[in-house]
């Protein structure tokens, strides 16, 4: 029996026909439920990159895609594009300690500090390095801002805040309404802050943590172990950084009264455009750690409907399909980590929006649908198609996205994210209006969720975007209101977020996943049927990006 012929029949089970199934829209739910109970069953293992899983999990995705009728769309007429990825872990440390006027203070990862790296190395360290405090750690010129001032980082360890300089600025600060005030940008992310920091030379970053400015806890912080994941680079693309990560909130207050700073008074001050980065004085940084690494040969699998006017054109669609794999058991003995939600439900959404395209005659524009590998670990297989484009980004249209959508049952509403960035979201609106539903602005914009799921590397080359992303806000549903599609994202963050017990059950209600999956459909099939280009609007960061490559969309 094949992956494909084995696969689709675990599909076709009692557990899917128990689901409460009352969606009147293009998309099935049934159909929905069939795909995720295969993706996230035990025959894929958790759908981690570089294993077992993967290679069971891209037969399916890719007989999936043939029996819709689609053709490859990947390089060279494949179905799969390769992701070479960098797989490291720390081993024990060797040596981690803070010194200040001579007295070495140890500390221990997963108390004071959280570390990894992305060194392609079988040993990092760092030697008494200098410290220096760089506020936000953020330069956009555009915004007439730069917490730099053109310090030298070469040798030194950069210590950040995390999120905007806006975060927590009162009136009376510079800083007030610079970044768009509660609603993350990209310069809040920690991302962009060790990016910014390794082209400016440093050794290595540490970000204080507060659960408030990142949106998570310290656990959260800790809980991938020392292990992290890149892109395979060129010898002189590896970052700067010997290593990176966090400190701990109590032990970075302790860490500056020690260089006789206070760290209070310091956020305060990293809200004036006047800030210049500190030197934390007399105060070195060491670290020593053994490194694990591998090269990891993952792949996203990308399948095309060709467009019939124009297909130079291309309309994306995408998912994720990695999930976390192989842990420890749970309560219930589960060991697979397979997010049935967090993606296999995405995923399942493209098959559907790919039947129904089929189902219609051509579109004018190509569409193509991505699954995409490697998102848990940084997005880095739309990453890794956004630096090597099969279809030209200047061309694209835009990146649809979904990832995570409540299952609760049929909402009024639909939850934007990302306010303000594009006129995507007025598309959003005008779908939803015509399934007697509103918009919703995310409730949390500071977190950034926006940044945090696969468009976003699509965004970073200014390519419009939209994400479907259920965790970002309680939905009205239908049945029980706000309160209700609260108490499902609270129980779904809370509990199963990354977890086993992300799993499909006979809970599940599928028919508010099913309209807004139709959403997606709807705006999609608009932009393939036409010669119209999406727009960010003014004020978004990637406007300028877009806007450089305008000619060729003429």
Not at 14 to 34: E, K, R, S
Not at 38 to 48: I, N, P
Not at 344 to 359: N, S, T, V
Not at 480 to 506: E, F, K, N, S
Request: with cysteine; glycine share 12%.
């Amino acid at each position: 029996m094949t992956i494909r012929t084995l696969a689709l029949a675990l599909g076709l089970n009692a557990l899917t026909a128990a689901l409460p199934l009352h969606a009147q829209t293009a998309i099935d739910p049934q159909q929905l439920a069939q795909s995720v109970t295969v993706l996230a069953s035990d025959l894929f293992e958790g759908r981690a990159p570089g294993t077992v899983g993967e290679e069971r999990t891209i037969g399916y995705l890719v007989g999936r895609f043939q029996a819709l009728g689609l053709e490859p769309g990947g390089p060279d007429g494949q179905w799969v594009q390769s992701v070479p990825l960098l797989h490291t872990r720390l081993g024990k440390a060797e040596k981690l300690a803070v010194t200040q006027g001579g007295t070495t203070t140890p500390w221990t990862v997963g108390s004071q500090v959280y570390l990894s790296t992305l060194q392609p190395a079988d040993h990092v360290a760092v030697n008494n390095a200098p410290l220096v405090f760089v506020g936000h750690g953020v330069s956009a010129p555009e915004r007439g801002w730069d917490d730099y001032k053109g310090a030298d980082l070469k040798g030194k360890v950069a210590v950040f805040l995390i999120n905007d300089p806006d975060f927590e600025a009162v009136k009376g600060d510079d800083a007030l309404g610079a970044f768009g005030g509660r609603t993350m940008t990209y310069y809040g992310r920690w991302t962009y802050k060790f990016e910014e920091a390794a082209r400016r030379g440093a050794i290595g970053a540490l970000i204080v943590h507060d659960t408030p400015g990142a949106g998570y806890g310290w656990n959260v912080v800790v809980s991938p172990g020392g292990e992290n994941y890149d892109l395979v680079r060129a010898p002189d693309k590896v970052t700067s950084f010997q290593v990176q990560g966090w400190i701990e909130g109590d032990a970075a207050k302790a860490l500056f009264a020690s260089a006789k700073l206070d760290l209070a008074a310091l956020r305060k001050q990293a809200r004036s455009k006047n800030f210049r980065p500190i030197d934390l004085k007399g105060a070195t940084f060491s670290a020593a750690f053994p490194v694990a690494g591998e090269v990891v040969k993952s792949a996203n699998v990308l399948a095309r409907i060709p467009g019939a006017k124009r297909p130079d054109e291309t309309v994306i669609y995408g998912a994720h399909w990695d999930a976390y794999g192989k842990g420890a058991p749970d309560a219930q003995g589960r060991l697979y980590r397979a997010g049935a939600n967090d993606d296999a439900l995405g995923i399942a959404g493209l098959f559907e929006i790919a039947r129904a395209f089929k189902a219609a005659p051509a579109p004018d524009r190509s569409v193509i649908f991505a699954a995409w590998t490697a998102e848990e670990r940084g997005l880095l297989g739309s990453e890794h198609y956004a630096v090597n484009p099969v279809w030209p980004l200047d061309r694209t249209v835009a990146n649809l996205a979904i990832d995570i959508l409540q299952t609760a049952g049929k909402a009024k509403d639909v939850i934007l994210v990302g306010k303000g960035q594009g006129t995507l979201e007025d598309d959003l609106a005008k779908a939803a209006a015509g399934q007697g539903r509103v918009v919703t602005p995310e409730s949390l914009p500071e977190r950034g969720l926006f940044y945090r799921a696969d468009h976003f590397s699509m965004a970073k080359r200014g390519v419009p975007v939209l994400l479907l992303m259920g965790i970002a806000g309680a939905s009205d549903l239908v049945e029980g209101g706000r309160a209700a599609g609260q108490a499902w994202v609270d129980a779904y963050t809370g509990q199963c977020y990354h977890q086993a017990c992300d799993a499909i059950g006979p809970d599940w209600k599928l028919d508010g996943a099913a309209q807004d999956i139709d959403l997606m459909l709807t705006i999609g099939r608009n932009l393939a049927t036409s010669n119209r280009w999406p727009q960010w609007k003014a004020g978004s960061e990637f406007k300028a990006i877009r806007d450089q490559s305008e000619a060729v969309r003429k």
